[in-house]
Structure formats: structure tokens, C-alpha cells
């Protein structure tokens, strides 16, 4: 297996942007991502185009990816559509690591493009529910906040959480949106707004559910040798997993074993342990979801990451800054975008380049990106490791 | 074409999921007879034998325990939010069944462990005027 580098990424402002078509969003990012990696469209030899809802909310199915590269100049080379909820961009990125890790392509482009909102909550709402199996728990009306709450219940009558330490994960992902240029809320809010806020399935309301909204990344991935030929500042893709639950019909659901078990593989695959990251992506969706992902992923013991909002260990300047970019809740979450975005935040970071929530001296990041509820458990989870 | 009137008809959200014994409602998933383990909805392959040599159609419990439950504010519009929508463990087969839950709007309302049993009732009326049943749960009357 080759040593597979980041040498460009790209990213467009995560918003509501009715007036602009899925492929201009694309087009955008990835044009970033040749810019940033000084490379001209005939230099890719691959791409891997993520995307969850477009079938849904535009009814652009099968050739997307195609779609959104012709605009780029890309022409005769293989491009495949990756699909996998909301893991979808990061499941692209992984298959884009594998063609240049395998040693079959030197050049490789991931990329991932949401459009989740067409004045119609409605219609998002359905859309994501397809995450979940539609022919039975979508078709019974279980909505993904509706999947969450009932894990947060849980969870908190197993650990003793409180709504109070659920809705910190929020206050503080919206206070580091505030230091990011692309993210979609940049506006601080309190432990009181997050719990006053509209209820949508207790004890989740709006402020701790990931907005609806639009966007795309884009990632640029090559070999040691195209690396050192094209790149001053190329980031290491120490670890690439992905994997699926168990589906067992009684287990905990507490729990997130099956983050637990892609952690370890991605850790033994980096040769480091948590100890060693400096800051990780976590995919807060809700923000159950950030404390139930930080503690199966084996960042924070279990049961202790309450305590570590309490104290803002996980803030940016704490022990481990989790979602410095805002995460999903502040960021935002167009849902194919979001897994190739959490990568260019962790590359900027790794790069010293992400401005105002700069993590210090940051040389290791972790990108975790997890989709879907199929009987309570996750269909994908995608863990990346990357390293300067 | 035949324009005589269509007659209304009752029509399960889920094919098959349910069959009545007598007024009994049961859900219909599969078991596989070597393990014990019982699946809903209906797997033809024992997930933990994997062969499909001894799994078989099964007639599931129709009683259990809640397991966690939550009411719904924000949903896609044919639901009619809000509405109350759980898990519940069904005995005998001990296994986590999704369903909506009757007779509840309060989310703080039941406790984890509370018997519940399964009713039929009515969801909604489709476009061509039928009624669409489905399974859910309720709280054992005391």
C-alpha cells in the first residue's frame, strides 16, 4: 500500500443558497482544490463525487458527479457517484485514498455536494429519513431527530447527562462557527436559547439538531511522488476505515460500538493513539451525537464527556479541540458535502492556515463522519486519520 | 373501463407485517429454529447462523416492554406531526421493534420497562380514499 497526500482542498460557504444549481456548488469547490493544489483539470486521472439527497430534492440521480465535473473541464476519466448518507463525501474521499494507495492512479479527486434545501422543510425532512430504512422504520414515520432522541434518552437515563451538558456541545460549536469564514450560522448562543428553542423531538430541539443548508468540498489526493514534485505542504492520510453495524436486535443502543471498533482499526492503522490527535472532526449531526461519537470513538472515556464541556476541554484551546470549524450544528451539514469538508478543516489546520480557530501547533487531525439509523444501529461510519 | 365506484378498502402501511388471530393481533417476522433467534422485519438468512436452512416464517409476541420512546414535533407532512414513536422489546424474542405508540402525548409521560401490548389502528386515509392501518403499541391498561 502507497503513502497516499492531501496536496489541495477546496470548499464553498455553507448556506441556503436556493439560486445556485448543485453543479455550480460542485464546480466551485473543486476548482478551489485545483487552485489550492496548483493543478489543471487534466491532471486528475480519477474522481469520486459524494452526494445523499440530490435524488429527492432535485431528482438528479446517476450521472451527478458527471454533471458537476464537466463544468470543471474534467473529461475521460472514470468518475463514479458515491452515495452512503451522510458519510457519503467522506466514503468518497476513501475511495479516492484506495485508487492512489492500490498504486492504480497517482491523482485522485473526491468530492462531496449537497443541495438540502428547497423552501421546503418538508421535503428535506422525507429525504432524510431515507436514511433510515424506508420500507419500515421511515414508512412508520421515525424521522433522523426522531432516531437521535431516542438514542439521547438513553443515553442520559444510562449516564446521567443533562439537557443542560447537551445543549454546551452547541453553544460551543456555535461559538467556533463564529471564527469560520464558510460557516452557515456565525452567531453565539446560550445553554437557555438551545433548551428554549422549538422542540422537534425531545429532548432535541432546533439548536441541537445541524441545520438545513447547501455546499460542497473538495479534496485533491496523490502519491509521494506527484506530492513531491507539486507540493510545498502536502498532509499525510495516515488512516482510512469505514465500516457498517451489526444490526443485532438487542443491542444497546446507548452505546456507539460500532464507532468504537472503526476507531481502534484507524488508530492501529495511524500506529498513534487518541493521546495523539490534536483535534478531531467529530459528526455532530445532534448534539447527542457528538457526545455518543467522541466516547465510542475512544477520544473521551466513557461516560466523561459531560465533565469535559463543563471544563471546555474539548474547546479549541482545551485538551482536544472537537469541531474547532463549528461541526455540523453551526458549520452546517449538506449532508454529501460534509465528510470532504471536515477534511479540508483538518488539512487547514494541519497546514496552519485556519485563521482565527487555528489549533495551535495542530499536527495530527481525526475526520469521523457516520450516517444513517437501519434498526438503531449505523449503516456507515468513516474514520480518517491525517497527519502533516 | 369500468366506471363502477371503487369500494373503500383497509390497507396495511406494511404488507404482511401483521396477521389477526381472532382480535389478536401478532407481527409476522421470521425465527430461525437452530439458534432461537427471532427477526422482525423478516430476515430469510439467520444473521448469526447465516444459512437459511432453519429460519421459518414466525408469528411474533404481541406483548413486551417499552424501551425508550419520544414524541415527534417535525416530520415529513403525511405523518400529521406530532406523535409519539418508540422501541419496544417484544416478548418472548426479546428483540427491538420500531412503532409508533398510541394513547400517549407526553414524552416524559412513560417510563422505560412499561408493558405495553400492540393494537391495530388507523394511520391515515390515502388518495383513493382508503384507510391505512397500521401496528402500534400501547401501555397494558392497568
Redesign the interface.
Known amino acids: 500500500m502507497r503513502e497516499v497526500a492531501v496536496i489541495g482542498v477546496g470548499m464553498t460557504n455553507f448556506g441556503k443558497f436556493i439560486d445556485t444549481p448543485l453543479k455550480e456548488l460542485g464546480r466551485r469547490a473543486t476548482w478551489d482544490a485545483l487552485k489550492d493544489a496548483g493543478m489543471s483539470p487534466n491532471d486528475i486521472q480519477i474522481a469520486y463525487v459524494g452526494n445523499a439527497c440530490a435524488s429527492i430534492i432535485t431528482g438528479q440521480v446517476m450521472v451527478l458527479g458527471q454533471i458537476v465535473l464537466k463544468e470543471v473541464g474534467i473529461r475521460n476519466i472514470p468518475i463514479t457517484n458515491v452515495e452512503n448518507a451522510c458519510a457519503s463525501g467522506s466514503s468518497a474521499f476513501r475511495e479516492a485514498w484506495m485508487a492512489v494507495a492500490s498504486g492504480i492512479y497517482d491523482v485522485a479527486l473526491a468530492v462531496g455536494v449537497e443541495k438540502l434545501y428547497a423552501g421546503d422543510?418538508?421535503?428535506s425532512?422525507?429525504a432524510l429519513?431515507g436514511a433510515t430504512?424506508v420500507?419500515?422504520?421511515a414508512?412508520?414515520?421515525?424521522?433522523m431527530?426522531?432516531h437521535w432522541?431516542?438514542r439521547a434518552?438513553?443515553f442520559m437515563?444510562k449516564y446521567g447527562t443533562t439537557r443542560e451538558q447537551l445543549a454546551k456541545v452547541s453553544v460551543k460549536n456555535h461559538r467556533n462557527g463564529c471564527l469560520n469564514p464558510r460557516s452557515q450560522y456565525k452567531k453565539e448562543c446560550t445553554v437557555e436559547e438551545v433548551l428554549n428553542s422549538?422542540?422537534?423531538?425531545?429532548?432535541l430541539t432546533i439548536m441541537s439538531c445541524n441545520p438545513l443548508g447547501d455546499g460542497a468540498a473538495a479534496a485533491i489526493l496523490v502519491s509521494r511522488e506527484v506530492a513531491a514534485r507539486c507540493s510545498a505542504r502536502p498532509v499525510w492520510v495516515a488512516a482510512s476505515v469505514l465500516t457498517t453495524g451489526s444490526?443485532?436486535?438487542?443491542?444497546d443502543?446507548s452505546r456507539n460500538q460500532l464507532e468504537g471498533l472503526a476507531g481502534k482499526q484507524a488508530f492501529q492503522m495511524a500506529g498513534i493513539g487518541p493521546e495523539d490527535l490534536d483535534l478531531a472532526e467529530v459528526h455532530d449531526c445532534f448534539t447527542i451525537a457528538e457526545f455518543m461519537r467522541v466516547e465510542g470513538l475512544g477520544l473521551v472515556p466513557e461516560g466523561e464527556y459531560g465533565k469535559w464541556l463543563d471544563e471546555g476541554w474539548s474547546n479549541i484551546d482545551g485538551k482536544l479541540a472537537v469541531n474547532p470549524s463549528g461541526g455540523l450544528l453551526a458549520k452546517g451539514h449538506p449532508v454529501g458535502a460534509t465528510g470532504v469538508a471536515q477534511i479540508a478543516e483538518v488539512a487547514w489546520h494541519l497546514r496552519g492556515e485556519a485563521g482565527e480557530r487555528q489549533v495551535p501547533n495542530a499536527k495530527v487531525g481525526l475526520a469521523h463522519c457516520s450516517g444513517g439509523g437501519v434498526?438503531?444501529d449505523t449503516p456507515a461510519c468513516c474514520v480518517h486519520i491525517l497527519k502533516k | 373501463m369500468s366506471d363502477v365506484t371503487q369500494e373503500k378498502k383497509t390497507i396495511p402501511?406494511?404488507p404482511g407485517a401483521f396477521e389477526m388471530e381472532g382480535n389478536e393481533p401478532h407481527l409476522i417476522g421470521t425465527k430461525c429454529t437452530k439458534c432461537g433467534k427471532?427477526?422482525?422485519?423478516p430476515r430469510y438468512i439467520c444473521?448469526y447462523c447465516l444459512t437459511d436452512e432453519w429460519i421459518e416464517r414466525a408469528k411474533l409476541g404481541n406483548k413486551g416492554k417499552l424501551?425508550?420512546?419520544?414524541?415527534?414535533?417535525?416530520?415529513?407532512?403525511e405523518?400529521n406531526p406530532p406523535?409519539a414513536?418508540?422501541?419496544v422489546?417484544i416478548e418472548p424474542e426479546?428483540?427491538?421493534i420500531?412503532?409508533?405508540i398510541s394513547g400517549v402525548q407526553d414524552?416524559?409521560e412513560l417510563q422505560?420497562g412499561t408493558e405495553m401490548e400492540m393494537v391495530i389502528e388507523k394511520l391515515r386515509t390515502d388518495k383513493a380514499g382508503n384507510d391505512v392501518t397500521?401496528f402500534k403499541f400501547r401501555r397494558v391498561a392497568k
Open positions: 422543510t418538508s421535503l425532512t422525507k429519513a430504512e420500507e419500515y422504520e414508512n412508520l414515520g421515525l424521522t431527530p426522531g432522541a431516542l434518552k438513553r437515563e422549538r422542540m422537534i423531538a425531545d429532548p444490526y443485532d436486535l438487542n443491542r443502543i434498526a438503531s | 402501511l406494511i427471532a427477526f422482525f422485519p444473521s424501551y425508550v420512546y419520544t414524541v415527534i414535533n417535525v416530520a415529513s407532512r405523518f406523535y414513536f418508540g422501541f422489546m426479546n428483540i427491538r420500531a412503532t409508533l414524552p416524559n422505560s397500521t
